[in-house]
Structure formats: C-alpha cells, structure tokens
C-alpha cells in the first residue's frame, strides 16, 4: 500500500531554517511520481508550496516561498525533501506531501487536485 511520512517539522525562529522530508513506501517506484508540498494554516485553505517532476528536472514554487524554498528529491531513497530558509511566521502550517501517478510527462503541478496520494502532515511553526 502506497505511502507517504513526512517528517523535519519543529519550532523555529523566524529568519531559521528547516528541512522537510517526505519518504515514500509502498509505490512500486517512485520514479514515475511527481511530488507536491503543501501547507495548510488554521482557518485557510490547503495551499500548494512546491512541487518536483518524477524525474527532478522540473520544479515550481508558489511566489510566496520562491527564493527562500527549495525541493529536491532522491529517487534512490524514495524521499523527497524541502529545504525551508528565511523562515517567517506566515510560513506556519501544517505541511504535506502528495504523490502525483504514475505518469510520463516531465512536469508538476501546486494545484492539489490531481494529487492522488497524501501524507498526514508535519507541523512547521516560526515564532519567536
């Protein structure tokens, strides 16, 4: 059964950092996934951060995180991580990481609704 784990959430200062990570299990490979980052606040709508082709060319950043945000995924280890820096307070949330598959085209989405499989989350929060 297809899985997702995230993991990396912590409380840190604004202006830290954090690396997330989200480890799959259960695909038959993970290759032919795209994968998305999301994040949802209390009392706002599931927001998508960034998301990485099944091949890693491919990578977009909602406007918000682009510059501060990066994502990255090693196929090797079916884990796929997002590397946060400049943390501010509006980066709290809950965040996710969803599978997209299988498919053979060389791109991803942030837009969540093709996303077929999802994590339980990790809790990400910047105060100081």
């Known amino acids: 059964q297809e899985q997702l784990v995230e993991s990396g959430g912590d409380l840190v200062q604004p202006g830290g950092s954090l690396r997330l990570s989200c480890a799959a299990s259960?695909?038959?490979?993970?290759?032919?996934?795209?994968i998305g980052w999301f994040r949802q606040a209390p009392g706002k709508e599931r927001e998508g951060v960034s998301c990485?082709?099944?091949?890693?060319?491919?990578?977009n950043y909602t406007d918000s995180v682009k510059g501060r945000f990066t994502i990255s995924r090693d196929n090797a280890k079916n884990t796929v991580y997002l590397q946060m820096n400049a943390l501010k307070p509006e980066d709290t949330a809950v965040y996710y990481c969803?599978?997209?598959?299988?498919?053979?085209?060389?791109?991803?989405?942030?837009?969540?609704?093709?996303?077929?499989?999802w994590g339980q989350g990790t809790q990400v929060t910047v105060a100081s």
């Open positions: 990485i082709s099944n091949s890693g060319g491919t990578t």
């Open positions: 969803a599978a997209h598959g299988p498919r053979f085209i060389a791109s991803c989405t942030v837009v969540p609704e093709p996303y077929r499989y």
């Open positions: 259960g695909f038959i490979t993970l290759d032919y996934y795209a």
